[in-house]
């Protein structure tokens, strides 16, 4: 794809204008429109890219503009939980954009903490510094160690444990 757009200056000139242009809702529109399913890996495109600050930028806008605690709080239906678990998971400062590879790829967590109960016990999330001006990743750690890749994969989380964000 990147090749096809012209190199990966232009694709992501391209996705910026996708995401720009997009109405502050992302309701029904020919830009980024989160109601549509298919694009929900979208904004997670810049972290392949070499450019997670984007992906981190626009997880945490949609969380903020998409959904609402009010009757009409998702932009779209539901399709049996996709809408919620893209917040949820996008909430904690991921999400499985590549569905089959066993990765979740680091967007901007919202969250100071969260579980999750697995198999060997409980998956814990911890964001430190956390705030809409702090919403870029400095840092990660891994069961108390530094860790360096733009994603954990599913046998991480299964094996539980604690993913630290330092904002």
Not at 33 to 47: D, G, K, Q
Not at 95 to 112: C, H, I, K, N, T
Request: charge should be negative; aromatic fraction near 14%.
């Amino acid at each position: 794809l990147i090749e096809l757009l012209g190199g990966k200056e232009n694709t992501l000139r391209e996705l910026e204008e996708f995401f720009d242009k997009a109405p502050k809702d992302f309701r029904w529109n020919a830009y980024y429109n989160h109601a549509n399913e298919p694009v929900h890996l979208v904004p997670f495109l810049f972290n392949r890219m070499d450019a997670p600050w984007l992906t981190q930028k626009w997880t945490r806008i949609i969380c903020r503009d998409a959904y609402k605690n009010k009757v009409e709080g998702l932009v779209g239906n539901e399709d049996v939980g996709q809408m919620s678990a893209w917040y949820i998971l996008s909430a904690m400062g991921f999400y499985q954009a590549e569905p089959g590879s066993g990765r979740y790829w680091f967007g901007s967590p919202l969250v100071d903490e969260a579980e999750i109960t697995v198999e060997t016990g409980i998956f814990r999330v911890v964001v430190e510094n956390n705030s809409d001006k702090n919403r870029y990743i400095q840092s990660v750690e891994l069961n108390g160690k530094a860790y360096d890749k733009g994603y954990i994969e599913h046998k991480d989380i299964a094996a539980g444990g604690t993913l630290t964000f330092r904002m």
